[in-house]
């Protein structure tokens, strides 16, 4: 057996390896937009049988948990907004600025755009080597 004989018989297990590889997260990625999919049909379904029952064309005996439930949520975002709603009335009244940074950068500040604060630290120069080779592999100017 050949060096030449070899290395082909390995290049070849490795481009089939890659083939399989392939398959298999094209089929994934496939069975996670049907769930996706999935998900918003239900979400869906779930608006209109809601409106359904409020509005009296549908009974609600089968779905007084779920209704109940559901409504108790809304109530809580009510309260929510109005917290909120009375938070900014209250920095508005002392005469609060409202804060600079984004939700975003609060929550994930090495996403946001704003440089981060503090002794020592400076934005980075760049993503990194994996964001930028992404870049390059996933240009939007095709």
Known sequence: MSVVDSL???ASRFANDVQVSL???RVEG???LLQRQHRAALEELGMR???LVRA???PEGPLASEIAS???KLIELDTKEREIAEMQAEDAAQ???????DAVDTAFPMMGTTPPEGPGTQPPKSAGPG??????FFRSDR
């Open 8 to 10: 082909a018989r390995q």
């Open 23 to 25: 398959k298999r997260a």
């Open 30 to 32: 496939e069975r996670r």
């Open 49 to 51: 049988a809601y409106e």
């Open 56 to 58: 009296g064309d549908l």
């Open 70 to 72: 559901v409504e108790r």
């Open 95 to 101: 005469g609060t600025p409202p804060p600079q940074t």
């Open 131 to 136: 964001w930028e080779a992404a870049d390059r």
